[in-house]
C-alpha cells in the first residue's frame, strides 16, 4: 500500500506550459526528494528537502523549482516547459538513517 | 563517486535458477540498501543491510556486504517470471550528505 502518491501518473502538454507535479507522503517523513529517470536509465537526484521551509538543489541542474511549505508535500514545478523536459519524474520520502520510499512516478511528455 | 555500480548490467537466467547482482561502490557507508524498479514504476526497497553487517536474508533474497573490498552483493534464489525487474544498491555515505546514490542497476529478465 503506497503511503506517498504522485500525481498525475501520466501527463502530455505543450511546450511553454507551466506545470506543478505533486507529490504527498503521509508517513511523517522529514525528507523527500525528486529524482527525473529516462526509460532504462539511472535516477538523477534533482531536489531534495530536509524539512519544512529547506530545498536544495540536487546533483543534477534542473530548470524546475521546488517548495516544502508542509512537510508531507513537496511539489515540482516547471514555469516553461519544454520537449527536453520529456522524462519520469521519481518522489521519494525518508527518514533519517531510513530507507526510502517512492511513489509511482509522473511519466512527463512535452510536445 | 559515491555511487553502486552494479554488475552484469544485464542478465537473462531460467525461472527457477539463482541470480546474481554485484555492486561495488568507493566510499565508506552507514548502510547498503538494495531497490527494485518494475518497468515505468518506483522503486521499492528490498532490503538494508548496515556497515557491521556481512549478510542479512529476506525471503528468497540474500544480500552479502564486505566493507573492506567495498562491495555487495544480491541473491535472488529460484527465480521466479515476477522477479523481472531493475535492481539498484545505493550505498548510504558515512561522511556528508548522508544521501543514497543511486547506481545504474541491474536489468533482469526472468524466462518462465
Known amino acids: 500500500e503506497a503511503d506517498i502518491y504522485q500525481t498525475p501518473r501520466y501527463l502530455v502538454i505543450g511546450t511553454g506550459k507551466k506545470i506543478t507535479l505533486e507529490c504527498s507522503q503521509t508517513m511523517g517523513h522529514d525528507k523527500m526528494y525528486w529524482y527525473q529517470q529516462d526509460p532504462g536509465m539511472e535516477l538523477h537526484l534533482i531536489h531534495y528537502?530536509?524539512?519544512?521551509?529547506?530545498?536544495e538543489k540536487g546533483d543534477l541542474s534542473s530548470e524546475s523549482t521546488v517548495s516544502r511549505i508542509r512537510t508531507e508535500h513537496f511539489p515540482l514545478t516547471l514555469e516553461s516547459a519544454r520537449p527536453s523536459h520529456t522524462s519520469q519524474y521519481l518522489c521519494?520520502?525518508?527518514?533519517?538513517?531510513?530507507?526510502?520510499?517512492f511513489g509511482s512516478g509522473t511519466r512527463l511528455t512535452v510536445v | 563517486s559515491q555511487q553502486g555500480e552494479e554488475d552484469p548490467q544485464a542478465l537473462s537466467i531460467q525461472e527457477g535458477e539463482n541470480a546474481t547482482m554485484n555492486c561495488s561502490y568507493k566510499t565508506s557507508i552507514n548502510n547498503l540498501q538494495w531497490y527494485r524498479q518494475n518497468s515505468g514504476r518506483g522503486l521499492v526497497h528490498l532490503i538494508l543491510i548496515r556497515s557491521n553487517e556481512r549478510e542479512k536474508h529476506s525471503g528468497r533474497l540474500r544480500v552479502t556486504l564486505d566493507t573492506s573490498k567495498k562491495s555487495s552483493s544480491l541473491l535472488i534464489t529460484a527465480s521466479r517470471a515476477a522477479d523481472t525487474a531493475s535492481y539498484f544498491c545505493?550505498?548510504?555515505?558515512?561522511?556528508?550528505?548522508?544521501?543514497?546514490?543511486f547506481g545504474k542497476g541491474n536489468q533482469v529478465v526472468v524466462i518462465p
Open positions: 521519494a520520502s525518508s527518514r533519517a538513517g531510513g530507507d526510502y520510499t
Open positions: 528537502s530536509y524539512g519544512v521551509n529547506s530545498t
Open positions: 545505493a550505498p548510504e555515505p558515512g561522511h556528508g550528505n548522508n544521501r543514497l546514490a
